[in-house]
């Protein structure tokens, strides 16, 4: 046992163990903790003060009751949160499988396949054509590999940190560059709007995002690699939900380097194979996922909304039971 570590004992037969449980887990102790606790970078709580906490003692017959009862009601409440965790695995599961099922297999179920000759994607509508990547994109490039110094004034240095939720986002904590820095790394080229992010460094490798709007200039890190779609040939969001699918995925991990850290060449990104519908079924790939995602999210929140009501309502219900405000001595528990 360490010194971090509280042991508590009861002296006499005056309380029973499981009601100082629930007393000690209740914001009635974590108010007093919080109020009283110590320390810049590690946050602790004196033995002397914790000596120190004062709380209302019901009998003891009492307290065995209140400790029967949130025994069983938190149960109650933990199997509710459960399932709801359950329904969003699920409903994450389906929103993968839908996307993955759109851009390698098309909406109409009964359309006739062919074999696409590679063993991560499987079969592909018949009608359907390859390309490689590099052949349907302006160009796919990373970011800068120099060193450059951080300022607190100028322009955005991005990584895959900003790259939140499938979303493309700014920090309040993002790194800078100077002006000059800046256009040394933009000469290569400047991020615009429905250009692709795609992390190909590190232990996030495959997150991606989609910019649907620039709202100043930014420059990226080697991290990060820029992937613009040529709009003749390809709707940018049509490959930014192929590059989230399970199929490019397995492609991108079975083609990894690993040094310090697993890392996917440009080259292998340029010549990944893409099934490739016309622009019109591209289009009406994109707003079906887009619809379908919307309902998931709809759902996904939903079920997040009462998670967080149930862990609220299950705090809530044992810091009134433990100081009394709710009497649950006539309570039936089974």
């Known amino acids: 046992m360490n010194s971090g570590v509280f042991v508590t004992r009861p002296y006499s037969d005056d309380y029973a163990p499981e009601f100082m449980y629930w007393l000690l887990v209740s914001e009635t102790f974590i108010s007093f903790y919080d109020y009283n606790k110590s320390g810049s970078t590690i946050q602790h709580l004196y033995q002397n003060v914790f000596n120190e906490f004062k709380f209302p003692l019901p009998p003891l017959e009492e307290q065995t009751q209140i400790a ?35 851009v390698t297999k098309g909406l109409d179920p009964n359309v006739p396949m062919k074999d696409s000759g590679i063993d991560w994607l499987g079969e592909i509508p018949e009608h359907w054509t390859f390309s490689k990547m590099k052949f349907i994109c302006d160009f796919i490039l990373d970011g800068t590999h120099g060193t450059h110094q951080r300022v607190d004034e100028g322009y955005r240095l991005l990584s895959v940190r900003n790259i939140i939720n499938g979303e493309f986002k700014f920090r309040d904590d993002d790194s800078r560059v100077a002006v000059a820095d800046y256009e040394a790394i933009s000469s290569r080229f400047k991020i615009q709007s429905n250009d692709i992010q795609l992390a190909i460094v590190g232990a996030t490798l495959g997150k991606v995002a989609l910019i649907n709007e620039i709202t100043e200039d930014f420059v990226t890190q080697r991290s990060l690699a820029t992937i613009r779609t040529l709009d003749s040939i390809c709707n940018a969001y049509f490959l930014f939900f192929y590059i989230k699918s399970v199929s490019f995925q397995s492609y991108l ?27 019109l079924e591209q289009n009406e790939i994109v707003n079906y996922i887009k619809n379908n995602e919307k309902r998931l999210d709809n759902l996904l929140d939903m079920a997040s ?3 967080n009501l149930l862990k609220e309502y299950k705090t809530a219900l044992i810091g009134e039971v433990v100081t009394g405000k709710v009497d649950v001595r006539q309570e039936v528990v089974n």
């Open 68 to 102: 029967n009862y949130l025994n069983q009601k938190t149960t109650e409440l933990d199997t509710l949160i459960a399932n709801k965790e359950q329904l969003i695995k699920l409903l994450e599961e389906e929103r993968t499988a839908m996307i993955n099922q759109a």
């Open 253 to 279: 991990w079975l083609n990894t380097g690993f040094s310090a850290q697993p890392g996917v060449y440009l080259g292998t990104l340029n010549n990944c194979s893409v099934p490739l519908p016309s622009l």
């Open 305 to 307: 909304q009462e998670i």
